[in-house]
């Protein structure tokens, strides 16, 4: 584990997941997916705020207008906090009662693009979706249990997106339109390294992959070599984003699901918040244009 890491909240989320970086108020949102809410934390004042949810969420993006874009349950909403205010957009997989939205990011064009998967996390029912500024929803990419990511290049030309269970990161190439080209592996994680969920990428173009089951996040170069690891002292790593004054802090979500009592007990920081200061710096959160 790196001396570096140091645990900001201890919140015990059973599913941490989908940190942004909110620059304007200097604050960081996260969320648990499987005991539905929204946290926030505001680092220079350790202040913590967490909203209920009335359904699982799997991510959240700030609208350039106002208010925030979450992917529910059932479908893409319009969320205004604190107030709670929900206002539905579209179920993008009707026939699916089975699926869920989970991870979701902006590419640099404020266009929203978000994994859906099996809930049950058994049948690669689940696609890569995009979901446009005008509000039309796109299917691009699929089969998968378990879509996560995804991230882009600096330059917005490459999105990164992940297969978990097949333990596969893919990129394409990322056109002005908006559709993907030239389909690839990225990385392919080993059994030992657990599986790949979500991730970030920083201004070198290199790519930050939280290891779920692997106790740690790392770094990847542009052509997908290992660069660093960071040892965590939790299991269930799930994902990372930049935040700070200076976007050099790496914030790290983790998970407690499904743990047994003995492993609860050598992991008793899960489903905590982590921060860990790098050299590096990130990029700032897309937000959504629409």
């Avoid at 680092?43 to 529910?72: H, K, N, Y």
Wanted: charged share 25%.
């Amino acid at each position: 584990m790196s001396s570096d890491v140091n645990c900001v909240w201890e919140a015990s989320a059973q599913l941490g997941e989908g940190p942004i970086w909110e620059e304007e108020e200097q604050a960081l949102y996260w969320l648990d997916i499987k005991s539905p809410a929204i946290h926030r934390f505001h680092p220079a004042s350790a202040q913590t705020d967490t909203w209920s949810m009335p359904e699982r969420i799997g991510c959240i993006v700030r609208r350039e207008s106002g208010g925030f874009v979450v992917g529910l349950k059932s479908g893409f909403a319009f969320l205004d906090l604190p107030e709670g205010r929900i206002e539905k957009i579209k179920d993008p997989e009707p026939a699916l009662p089975g699926n869920r939205l989970n991870d979701g990011k902006c590419d640099l064009q404020g266009r929203l693009w978000v994994g859906s998967m099996d809930d049950g996390e058994i049948h690669p029912t689940g696609g890569l979706y995009r979901l446009d500024t005008d509000l039309s929803c796109h299917r691009m990419d699929g089969q998968y249990v378990v879509t996560n990511g995804p991230a882009f290049s600096p330059d917005g030309r490459v999105i990164y997106h992940t297969d978990s269970l097949g333990r596969t990161i893919y990129t394409h190439d990322l056109l002005e339109d908006g559709t993907l080209s030239g389909k690839r592996p990225f990385v392919r994680f080993t059994e030992e390294e657990g599986y790949p969920d979500g991730m970030t990428t920083d201004v070198e173009g290199f790519l930050w992959v939280a290891h779920w089951g692997g106790w740690r996040v790392s770094r990847f170069t542009p052509e997908g070599a290992l660069d660093q690891t960071i040892f965590l002292p939790v299991s269930q790593v799930t994902s990372c984003v930049f935040g700070g004054p200076d976007l050099r802090v790496l914030y790290i979500t983790s998970a407690s699901i499904n743990l047994s009592e003995e492993a609860s007990k050598k992991e008793p920081l899960a489903g905590s918040l982590f921060e860990l200061p790098l050299e590096t710096g990130g990029l700032l959160t897309a937000r959504f244009a629409g």
